[in-house]
């Protein structure tokens, strides 16, 4: 029998803190004209890609536990728990560049040109993560006309497009989506109930309008013209045709069916077994919205720091970053679900048989 000891861990040696201390080398000091703020610069970039890893691996264990095609309901409670560690992360990369600001563009400008051609675009990590998430490459701003990811070096290349080659985690939720039960139960027919109050909604809307005696000709003009688009806005899912254009265009990224399961279940989120469905949608929401807040934030620390010069990677600086803002959102499909929601008042009724199955009603005699 072995009676050799286990050897206790030190706490500088479990962390590896002599190889993470020893990494940052300012090039000032390298050339001889130490400049105090670029050690400030390599730690708080440092801080982003640590950070960024675990952001992955986060991401990683979600897309591993959507890949089922049956979830039970404490992996959803885990997959819910690990969004919002990646939206606390994100929320804490934002409060980062407050650090950052700390700094002067004087206080840069003394190093800046130390960094060339080396750039925050070059990354490989950040486009990871928005692959993994499911950006795709033909929605991507083109940086500097050329493909996203031609300024990596050869091996930064292959892992990113790994990364964009392997399903997302847009796609295991839309899947994930589409198999949602109880849009269609017995007579109960979500679709068509929930078409017939949205009618019957505007109708009423309409009518209040075109009685309101108040309205001068322009006005009641206007407000019919809104309307217009409101109604425009419901047919676009009321009509699988046009939406289908919309998918092929590129306006629309989530399927269809995905699209109503997910309405159903942000309109009927006060049904128990609907709660960690719409806490996933909600924080699909979140990461997407707080990855575009690091990017402006990102984008604003730019024009703080060079204005409109070229940013050191060769990108238009903060006019590039500005343009991202919009083209790089994943999951607004889904905050735009909101355009959708009806009042409480309007919902279509659900059938008893099919609440009790929402709220986990447990029957005694069927013991």
């Known amino acids: 029998m072995s009676t050799k000891r286990k050897k206790n861990q030190y ?6 803190l002599e190889k993470i201390l020893d990494s940052q080398n300012p090039r000032s000091e390298q050339l001889g004209s130490p400049v105090h703020d670029e050690l400030l610069f390599i730690i708080t970039h440092q801080a982003y890609e640590l950070w960024f890893k675990q952001i992955i691996h986060e991401i990683d264990s979600v897309i591993d536990i959507f890949k089922e095609s049956y979830i039970e309901e404490r992996n959803l409670s885990t997959i819910v728990n690990r969004l919002n560690r990646v939206s606390m992360i994100q929320e804490l990369l934002i409060d980062q560049i407050k650090i950052l600001e700390s700094m002067t563009p004087m206080d840069f400008l ?3 040109n130390l960094l060339n051609p080396a750039s925050g675009f070059q990354s490989k990590q950040f486009r990871v993560i928005e692959n993994k998430l499911g950006l795709l490459r033909e929605d991507r701003l083109k940086f500097s006309k050329e493909p996203y990811d031609s ?3 050869n091996n930064d290349k292959k892992d990113v497009r790994d990364a964009e080659n392997q399903k997302s985690l847009f796609f295991f ?4 989506l589409e198999r949602t039960p109880f849009l269609e139960d017995g007579s109960f027919n979500f679709w068509r109930e929930y078409k017939a109050s949205v009618n019957k909604m505007l109708d009423e809307d309409v009518n209040i309008i075109k ?3 108040s309205l001068s000709d322009e006005e009641m003009s206007t407000a019919l013209a809104h309307y217009d688009k409101i109604l425009y806005n419901y047919n676009i899912i009321f009509d699988d045709k046009e939406y289908e254009k919309l ?3 590129g306006i629309k990224k989530i399927s269809r069916k995905a699209c109503l399961s997910s309405l159903f279940i942000m309109l009927y989120r006060e049904q128990p077994i609907l709660d960690l469905p719409y806490r996933i949608i909600t924080k699909l929401i979140d990461i997407d919205n707080l990855m575009n807040k690091w990017r402006y934030g990102h984008a604003n620390l730019a024009q703080r720091m060079i204005g409109s010069k070229i940013g050191t990677g060769g990108s238009a600086g903060h006019s590039y970053l500005s ?3 919009e083209k790089h959102k994943i999951f607004d499909d ?6 959708y929601l009806i009042p409480r008042s309007s919902l279509p009724s659900l059938p008893e048989k099919l609440k009790n199955k929402l709220g986990y009603y447990f029957n005694y005699e069927e013991k």
């Open 247 to 249: 998918l092929k265009k």
């Open 173 to 176: 939720l839309e899947q994930w």
């Open 334 to 339: 889904l905050t735009n679900l909101s355009t």
């Open 151 to 153: 300024f990596l070096k």
């Open 211 to 213: 009685n309101n005696k």
């Open 323 to 325: 343009k991202t803002l």
């Open 110 to 112: 003394e190093f800046r």
């Open 11 to 16: 706490y500088a040696d479990y962390l590896g």
